[in-house]
């Protein structure tokens, strides 16, 4: 037997082991949010078996997705759900009366709407309308081909909507009733965590020994689960524009520091006497940030201090860093209150379309590749005469995703849970179904195999998924059906149709349109940077709405973008190939700069104020000017920094160094003249927010160079 074949074994298990309890572990909120799940869906399938409403499994799984932070987040989610299904039912049933009896244009019909529907995809900006609409399509198309009569076709889409809008009302009640019971902001409570995990580990080099075991595990659990639930609940929460922006900043950089704190636990170092105080100084304003966004306060900024010398402790100066940008997200901000910052009651309204909706090629071919993919997979459960497999249809609407990683990481989720959701359903039917004769004795077994899938399901981003299939599976195969389900058939039928639509994904992702989430990770950042280089020359239009409206779609879509990044960069982990290496160091590098670039963006939108001139933050003449100077200079440094990330030869920082010292110079200036006390009580903010992001510019900069 080769030795190194099970060192590789037990590294491998070793790896998987830890994996495992990392993501299994409870956190603050899991269980709750885990009841929430579970009683939602068990009243979803009481409901649909009792009055024995079509398509409970459905109704079941999507009660299991829509239980968001809080009432106001989970009411928008289902409107957004109700409308893409809606309109789908209208499509699906408008196009069954014109094509019902023509199969050649019934066809034509079918390869159309799913092209419409991974288009939609691409371009709305309401992603849940357009997965809603796409999910109701795909499970209703093998319907309409099945001979039955048309009433009992028509009434299988109108009920696929039923239980849906049951689904949702049901969900809605129940977090109105745990709200009333629920304390405190979920995601300030998380980055709370966070820093006192860091703060933990801090202190324990400052006192000269190594942190203890639960302090470690901690921080290694909280920086590999990452921050993209917190991004998740940020975006789809009910908060405003500005709150967002902020508290999203604030969620990157406590990641950020997160992500440093696990590092250096890795090296196990022992700091020198003179970083032990600067350790321990650090921890101390840790704390007091801390203590500052728990009491609802904006956190005051970090003592200079601890920045005077260089630390010789590998990351402790970037962990200063990453500390001293907290409290500058907050500059100029109500304390932390959750507040509409626009004047004159403007409520911009997120346009319908991405700006890039009808001109940016990629939404074509990520249409083309989706339909592609669908399409065989309806030609060939078609041409088998296996309506059982139409799953596969349903495999490729879940799982296009952009970029091969992306992809990659969901249909290997989707295959393992399915598999594990079968083998469960299988076991149930032949040891636990037999046995059962009432509703009553399913829903014990029905609340214990839904917990533990919704268990995982909460997990971080690496597991979830699979979490979320294992009960989708199990819901399929026992919900279809008023009985208890004692075929196999429906098992096998199921698992085969993933299979059959994860083969057909790899054959068009991998082998006809392969995109690497490596190139597509830095093509957006490099995206990002030209965006927040519009955004700094806004507005440009002299009227009032237009200038909103402009800057709030260039903020969402910043906002969006950044959150892309991330994602991206998580799926570069899931592709192999000769640019692995290379993805991976700028993926490390990615990583370390999206912090800096979200900081950016928040101050920006602090210092949209003094560009619209609103009523409080209007600046003197000559500093109105020089602060458009520094604003081309800075629009002008981030295009530069986009094209050398491009290859193109980029060296005129000093241009921009230039720009920031006049704007201070002039706003020292204003300072003394008299005449101008009525205009420069809002000065020194002012100046601090622009020299943060001179700051954070000429330090992208350099280690972008």
Known sequence: ????????????????????????????????????????????????????????????????????????????????????????????????????????????????????SFFLLAVLTDYVAAIGFGYLVVITIPLWDEPIPAERRIEGTLWAVGILAVAGIITIALEVVFAEFRLGDPVIDAVSRRLAAVEELLTAYAQGHEPDQPTVAEIVRLGTVGTSRLRATISLSALTAPYRDRVGALVGLAGRLTDIAMTLSYLNLAFPDGDRKRALALAGFIGSIRADLTNGQNPRSVGSEILDQTASAPLLREMEDTVRLIPQVFIGSDPLANRISYPLAIQPT???????????????????????????????????????????????????????????????????????????????????????????????????????????????????????????????????QFKIQTSLVVSRDRVAGIVLGLTIMWLVYDRLWRVSAGSEMRRAF?????????????????????????????????????????????????????????????????????????????????????????????????????????????????????????????????????SWSHLEQTARDSRVESGHENLIAHVPGFVALSRTIADLTVSLSNELA
């Open 1 to 116: 037997m080769n030795p190194l074949a099970g060192h590789e074994m037990t590294t491998t298990s070793t790896w998987l082991l830890r994996l495992l309890k990392e993501e299994l572990a409870p956190y603050p909120g899991r269980s709750a949010l885990v009841a929430r799940m579970v009683i939602a869906a068990t009243l979803v399938m009481i409901v649909s078996q009792t009055f024995q409403i079509p398509y409970g499994a459905i109704g079941a799984i999507y009660a299991l997705m829509i239980s968001r932070e809080n009432p106001k987040a989970t009411t928008r989610y289902v409107k957004s759900l109700l409308i893409g299904f809606s309109i789908a039912a209208v499509d699906v049933l408008v196009a069954a009366f014109v094509f019902v009896d023509q199969p050649p244009l019934r066809l034509l019909w079918v390869v159309g709407t799913l092209f419409l």
């Open 350 to 480: 997120l346009p319908v379309f991405r700006a890039d909706a009808w001109s940016n090629p990629d939404h074509i071919r990520f249409a083309l590749k989706g339909c592609l993919a669908a399409s065989l997979c309806y030609l060939a459960y078609n041409f088998l005469f296996w309506s059982g497999i139409s799953t596969a249809v349903t495999t490729c609407m879940l799982t296009a995703l952009t970029t091969i990683g992306a992809s990659h990481q969901k249909q290997v989720l989707r295959l393992m849970g399915a598999l594990a959701g079968g083998a469960i359903a299988i076991a149930a039917q032949v040891f636990v179904l037999p046995l059962v004769d009432s509703i009553a004795g399913f829903t014990v077994l029905f609340v214990a195999v839904i917990t533990v899938g919704t268990w995982i399901q909460t997990s971080g981003p690496r597991i979830s998924y699979f979490g979320a299939q294992v009960t989708a599976a199990f819901c399929l195969v026992n919900l279809e």
């Open 526 to 658: 490099i995206g990002n940077l030209r965006l927040l280089a519009q955004l700094t020359k806004e507005p440009l239009s002299t009227d009032m709405r237009i200038a909103v409206e402009r800057s709030f779609s260039l903020r969402e879509t910043i906002n969006s973008n950044l959150d892309n990044v991330r994602s991206l960069a998580d799926s570069v982990l899931f592709e192999f190939g000769p640019s692995r290496s290379q993805d991976l160091a700028l993926r490390d590098h990615l990583r370390h700069w999206q912090p800096k670039l979200r900081t950016m963006f928040a101050l920006r939108i602090s210092l949209l104020k003094y560009r619209l001139q609103l009523p409080g933050f209007t600046l003197p003449e000559p500093m109105r000017l020089a602060q458009r100077e520094f604003d081309s200079q800075l629009a002008a440094a981030l295009e530069g920094m986009a094209g050398r990330l491009e290859g193109k030869p980029w060296n005129d920082i000093e241009r921009f160094r230039g």
